[in-house]
């Protein structure tokens, strides 16, 4: 819950460091291909050959408009800052599900996809499992389907700790006293903890949305949550979500790419690197600002910065020519701009734009689908033959593109203990899905689904 130069001062520094820590190694290509000898004679591709978009969508939750309820928390912990002594009392007290529906219907129609938060006790206000003082439980109950019938199915659901504003004490579920950095979960902890107790409170959050049958790969942290125990966090998020949820590829949001800063997502946390079932845990940066009208919807928003109609300038159009994933960053109530809908309706002018000058190039996809995907692409073995590719991958993964340099196939398929298909030809990259292979001049480009375990691509 913060603009995007708040998140950056607390955590853009951080980014590089965190690519080298010891307990989350990040593996990259480079590490992959000598250690786990895959052949250079073999590419592996951007999905369908298109540039990864997403929509990372924080501090939302059911009905609670979290500008308005976090406000006067923060400006009771911050009270020198400016920023948090804005007019609260006069915003909406709720954020619609008409709204959501509206939202959530037109980027089922656009095919925009990417993750969207459930704050499970959000700013103190009620339990999402139990009771929300201020709506009834039909109203509640109402409002979690919502969730689950249209947003589960394009957007990956992450808690955002457990209240986004003050920090439970785990012993009796209550907010530690005070009103201090100490207890706000924005700089939680303050002090060393262990993975245990870190990974306990993940869990925490993530079982509310269990009880709420809301399903769940990944975390949110809100702002610097955990910045003192950046190296613990990746295998706590790897714990507490493979034991609430039994997920086998965790991943979480915290940073934002800035700059020439890369995109991708790295892998953290590795352990049983050689194995068929290795562990770890995928950290998904994004790569833009909050432009849409900030934490609390009280800013004024400006789409054009994330691109602009003609689709010539703004960071996802630099994003995309660069070929790196594009992963756009707001807040929920700045969408909804206390009920002015500015930044849903720049949203809208943004889709669009990007859609009818790159949707050629680009694929909208959740953040569990990019972090597996470079997952399966830093640590699929792949050797090649003359007329073979045999592959062995502890994740599966759609739309697995790979790259034959300097051969032109006719015909092509793939083998697993599970099932085989043959690749059908298409004329263009632009119509390269599922089950398709493409020749250009000199190289052969398929894309499948990739199972996991060993497969073999035979082609001549």
């Known amino acids: 819950m913060n603009t995007f130069s708040r998140r950056l ?7 590089g460091a965190m690519k080298g820590i010891a307990l989350g190694s990040t593996i990259g290509t480079a590490w992959a291909q000598s250690e786990k000898g895959s052949d250079s004679n073999v590419q592996v591709e951007l999905p369908r050959g298109r540039v990864p978009l997403s929509f990372i969508i924080d501090d939302s939750t059911c009905l609670v408009n979290m500008g308005r309820f976090c406000m006067p928390q923060f400006a009771a912990t911050y009270p020198e800052r400016a920023d948090y002594q804005r007019p609260w009392v006069e915003w909406p007290h709720e954020i619609p599900d008409s709204f959501v529906r509206e939202f959530g219907e037109w980027c089922a129609e656009h095919g925009v996809k990417g993750k969207y938060s459930i704050v499970p ?3 103190c206000v009620g339990w999402l ?3 929300l003082p201020g709506w009834s439980q039909q109203q509640l109950r109402d409002s979690l389907q919502l969730v689950r019938e249209l947003m589960v199915p394009h957007w990956d659901i992450h808690p955002e700790m457990i209240t986004h504003t003050r920090a439970i004490d785990l012993k009796t579920g209550r907010p530690f006293e005070g009103f201090s950095p100490a207890h706000m979960e ?8 262990s993975v245990d107790y870190l990974s306990s409170y993940l869990a925490y959050a993530l079982r509310i949305l269990k009880n709420c049958d809301l399903p769940c790969e990944g975390i949110t942290t809100p702002g610097g949550f955990g910045n003192r ?8 998020v790897f714990e507490a979500v493979r034991d609430v949820y039994g ?12 700059g020439d800063e890369s995109t991708e997502p ?3 946390a590795l352990r049983d690197a050689s194995s068929d079932t290795p562990s770890l845990t995928m950290n998904v940066p994004a790569g833009t600002g909050d432009w849409f009208g900030g934490w609390d919807g009280f800013e004024e928003s400006h789409g054009e910065k994330y691109a602009t109609p003609d689709g010539q300038n703004g960071r996802m159009v630099e994003l995309i020519r660069n070929r790196r994933p594009a992963i756009m960053l707001c807040h929920w109530p700045g969408l909804y701009g206390n009920g002015s809908r500015s930044g849903f309706e720049d949203f809208q002018q943004v889709v669009l734009s990007l859609t009818r000058h790159y949707g050629d190039q680009t694929m909208w996809m959740k953040v569990s689908e990019i972090g597996r995907y470079w997952a399966a692409k830093e640590l699929t073995h792949l050797e090649r033959t003359e007329s073979e590719i045999r592959l062995s991958a502890p994740f599966s993964c759609e739309n697995f593109t790979l790259r034959i340099p300097n051969q032109r196939v006719q015909m092509a398929g793939l083998q697993s203990d599970k099932e085989s298909h043959v690749f059908s030809p298409v004329l263009s990259m632009t119509a390269l899905r599922a089950n398709n292979f493409f020749v250009d001049a000199n190289d052969t480009v398929l ?3 990739l199972p996991r375990g060993t497969s073999h691509i035979r082609f001549s």
């Open 9 to 15: 001062f607390l955590e853009r520094a951080s980014l």
């Open 121 to 123: 006790y959000p700013a």
């Open 129 to 131: 499992d139990r009771v």
């Open 186 to 193: 924005n700089s939680y902890p303050q002090e060393d903890v």
């Open 229 to 236: 125990v950046k190296e613990k966090l990746p295998l706590a």
């Open 247 to 258: 997920v086998d590829l965790p991943h979480y949001f915290k940073y934002v790419a800035d």
């Open 266 to 268: 790295t892998i953290e």
């Open 447 to 449: 894309c499948f689904k």
